[in-house]
C-alpha cells in the first residue's frame, strides 16, 4: 500500500468535488495500493446516511469504499502510539478520530491523503501527507 485516504478525501470522490479525481486514480489502484482507517468507516457512513438515505444504498457504497477499492487498516498499538507523536508534532488541534486516521498512515509508512486543515498542519517531517484543498 502507498496511500491510505481519510475521510475527506473518500467524500471528496463521492460527492464529485474539486479534487475528487485524484482521488478515483489512488482508488483505480484498488486495494493493494490504497487504504481506508477503520475510524473514517464510521464518519463515513455517518455522512453517508445523511447524503443517501437509504439504508441498503449505504452499506453497499460503504462496502465499495472499504472493501472492494481499498484496504481497511485497523487502529493497532503501532497506530495508537503514531497518533500520538503527530498530535504532538501538529502546532494545532488535532481531533482523536483524525489523530487515529493519521496514525494508521504514519504507522504504516502511508501518505495520507485529506482535505482538512487541522491535518494540513502536521508538518511533513512527522507525516507525509498530500492536502486537496
Not at 489502484?29 to 473514517?40: E, F, L, R, V, W
Not at 507523536?85 to 501538529?90: D, F, I, K, M, P
Given at each position: 500500500m502507498t496511500h491510505l485516504l481519510d475521510t475527506s478525501a473518500v467524500l471528496l470522490h463521492f460527492m464529485g468535488e474539486p479534487g475528487g479525481d485524484?482521488?478515483?486514480e489512488w482508488l483505480g489502484q484498488g486495494p493493494d495500493k490504497t487504504a481506508i482507517a477503520a475510524p473514517s468507516v464510521v464518519e463515513l457512513a455517518s455522512r453517508l446516511a445523511e447524503l443517501v438515505q437509504n439504508e441498503r444504498e449505504e452499506r453497499r457504497i460503504l462496502?465499495?469504499?472499504t472493501r472492494e477499492l481499498a484496504t481497511l487498516v485497523p487502529v493497532d498499538e503501532e497506530a495508537a502510539i503514531a497518533a500520538i507523536a503527530l498530535r504532538r508534532a501538529s502546532p494545532e488541534r488535532l481531533p482523536l478520530?483524525?489523530?487515529l486516521i493519521?496514525?494508521?498512515a504514519g504507522a504504516r509508512g502511508l501518505?495520507?491523503?485529506h482535505?482538512?486543515?487541522h491535518l494540513a498542519?502536521?508538518?511533513q517531517s512527522a507525516?507525509?501527507?498530500i492536502y486537496l484543498g
Amino acid at each position: 500500500m502507498t496511500h491510505l485516504l481519510d475521510t475527506s478525501a473518500v467524500l471528496l470522490h463521492f460527492m464529485g468535488e474539486p479534487g475528487g479525481d485524484r482521488v478515483g486514480e489512488w482508488l483505480g489502484q484498488g486495494p493493494d495500493k490504497t487504504a481506508i482507517a477503520a475510524p473514517s468507516v464510521v464518519e463515513l457512513a455517518s455522512r453517508l446516511a445523511e447524503l443517501v438515505q437509504n439504508e441498503r444504498e449505504e452499506r453497499r457504497i460503504l462496502g465499495l469504499y472499504t472493501r472492494e477499492l481499498a484496504t481497511l487498516v485497523p487502529v493497532d498499538e503501532e497506530a495508537a502510539i503514531a497518533a500520538i507523536a503527530l498530535r504532538r508534532a501538529s502546532p494545532e488541534r488535532l481531533p482523536l478520530v483524525d489523530a487515529l486516521i493519521a496514525g494508521c498512515a504514519g504507522a504504516r509508512g502511508l501518505v495520507l491523503v485529506h482535505r482538512d486543515r487541522h491535518l494540513a498542519a502536521i508538518p511533513q517531517s512527522a507525516l507525509r501527507s498530500i492536502y486537496l484543498g
